[in-house]
């Protein structure tokens, strides 16, 4: 299984950016895929996924300022992040056959397959 992600970067707050995770070495088309992210100091923050039939899931934060969607033609996950807050900095990682759990309020993601992440930043 390989994951690469790319499209990270620096952007300034309300800005956009789109992320790519190109896959291979696993049937993709049958696969649910995830995306999570860390900030310094902090856990693997579950961030949306998309299920094999489309079907599109999100974190409360994320709702309404990310779309993610899936090319199975070209093996590709995508995530598109519209008004980027400062507190949206983070590496972005795409992943599959992890675990979503819930704690304190906030869903994170464990085991599975992972990127080696994109970093992005949002600042000024």
């Known amino acids: 299984v390989q994951l690469v992600e790319s499209g990270g970067g620096l952007v300034q707050p309300g800005g956009s950016l789109t992320l790519s995770c190109a896959t291979s070495?696993?049937?993709?088309?049958?696969?649910?895929m995830t995306w999570a992210r860390q900030a310094p100091g902090k856990g693997l923050e579950w961030v949306s996924g998309i299920y094999t039939d489309g079907s599109t899931y999100y974190a409360d934060s994320m709702k309404g300022r990310f779309t993610v969607s899936r090319d199975n033609a070209k093996n590709t996950v995508y995530l598109q992040m519209h008004s980027l807050k400062p507190e949206d900095t983070a590496v972005y990682y795409c992943?599959?056959?992890?675990?979503?759990?819930?704690?304190?309020?906030?869903?994170?993601?464990?085991?599975?397959?992972w990127g080696q992440g994109t970093q992005v930043t949002v600042s000024s």
């Open positions: 070495g696993f049937t993709f088309s049958t696969s649910p």
């Open positions: 992943a599959l056959n992890g675990t979503r759990t819930y704690y304190s309020g906030s869903y994170y993601y464990i085991g599975g397959y």
